[in-house]
């Protein structure tokens, strides 16, 4: 089912204490409020927060560019927006990954029209190989070749995201 395991569980929590200290030291005093985009950002980002040591908000989004294809289709679908008014505030959108750029460079512009302080990214997981958008992120986890990986709150077809490390999933698994 699995090719191999990429990204070990302690090399996943000693990644996150070194964003997270990036991060404390980069917002201090600021009170920045984190995006997490679910569903996949939902593990990155509560492990993120435990060690962010500034305080700091929270709030979710639900988006999608790719229902239940392994291609993103490019538009994103808002399922479920922000209950926070973010204007003035200094914005720390929290992805599991980034793939063409489509979603994260959609939703950057998007969070832009309501006048925020400031919008950065954070990635844990990011497959350069595969951008059509161009999208600075901020913050990265881990550059990986272009696998389809899951774990760690990325999922194939809303199955895996439970697994405690990132794996690579086997071609006979998505291509049957
Ligand atoms: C995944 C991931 C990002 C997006 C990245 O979400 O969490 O939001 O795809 O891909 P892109 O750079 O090509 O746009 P997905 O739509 O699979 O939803 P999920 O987080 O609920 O799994």
Redesign the pocket.
């Known amino acids: 089912m699995f090719d191999k395991v990429l990204i070990t569980k302690e090399q996943i929590d000693k990644k996150v204490k070194e964003i997270s200290a990036k991060i404390s030291e980069d917002y201090k005093g600021l009170n920045p409020i984190f995006i997490c ?5 939902m593990f990155f980002t509560a492990d993120l927060l435990r060690n962010v040591t500034t305080p700091a908000q929270l709030d979710f989004m ?6 239940s294809s392994t291609e ?1 289709s490019g538009v994103l679908k808002i399922k479920t927006d922000l209950t926070t008014d973010i204007e003035n505030k200094h914005v720390i959108i929290v ?11 959609n939703l950057k512009n998007l969070l832009q029209t309501r006048n925020p302080a400031s919008v950065k990214i954070c990635a844990f997981l990011d ?1 350069p190989d ?4 161009e ?1 600075k992120v901020d913050y990265v986890g881990y550059e990986i070749p272009d696998e389809f990986v899951v774990g760690y ?3 194939y077809n ?1 199955d895996f ?1 439970t697994l405690p490390d990132v794996r690579i999933l086997s071609r006979s698994v998505y291509e049957k």
């Open positions: 985009i679910m569903k996949g950002s639900c988006v999608s560019s790719y229902g993103s992805e599991d990954i980034i793939d063409s750029g489509n979603t994260l460079y497959k595969r951008r059509v958008r999208v709150g990325l999922d809303e995201r």
